[in-house]
């Protein structure tokens, strides 16, 4: 089932691209804005994070922390995050629980792969309550990032 706004935001400790345990719960008493994505080094998986590096100084006044998510390996989020210079966390979901308590998993996904982080855009007020949740079926979409923080300003 989808999270709504006003839902709780499912705690999780996932790894980081720096090999450190990240949760949801460090970062009581500040935004979060979660993005889960397919897979990286593909075109719109990319083409969403650069938007968000570009524009981090829109979400650092806003107060909010940026968190990527995807099934990838930790070792693929290193490589990836040095890459396109991103300057927020890649988490790693290798093991799908997070990607699934979000409603954000694919059973079937192209090539035969299966649960695959579905592009879902989350915003998370410092209390942890879902303020903004959008949930994509197509993975050559993109979130709503005017809606994302449209949702922050209101915060």
Known sequence: MALQVGDKAPDFKLYNSDKQEVSLSNYKGKNVV???????????CT??????????????????EILGI??????TLEKYKAEQNLPFNLLS???KETSAAYGS???????GMKG???????VVD?????QYAEVLES???LPNFEAVQTALKGL
């Open 34 to 44: 979660i993005l889960f994505f397919p897979l990286a080094f593909t075109g719109t």
């Open 126 to 130: 410092s209390e942890g309550t879902i």
């Open 47 to 64: 083409t969403e994070l650069c938007e968000m590096r570009d524009n981090i100084s829109i979400y650092s006044n806003l107060n909010a």
């Open 70 to 75: 995807s099934v990838d390996s930790l070792f």
């Open 139 to 141: 993975a050559g979409d």
């Open 93 to 95: 979901d290798f093991n």
């Open 116 to 122: 695959v982080s579905k592009r879902s855009a989350f």
């Open 105 to 111: 998993l694919y059973e079937n996904f192209v090539l």
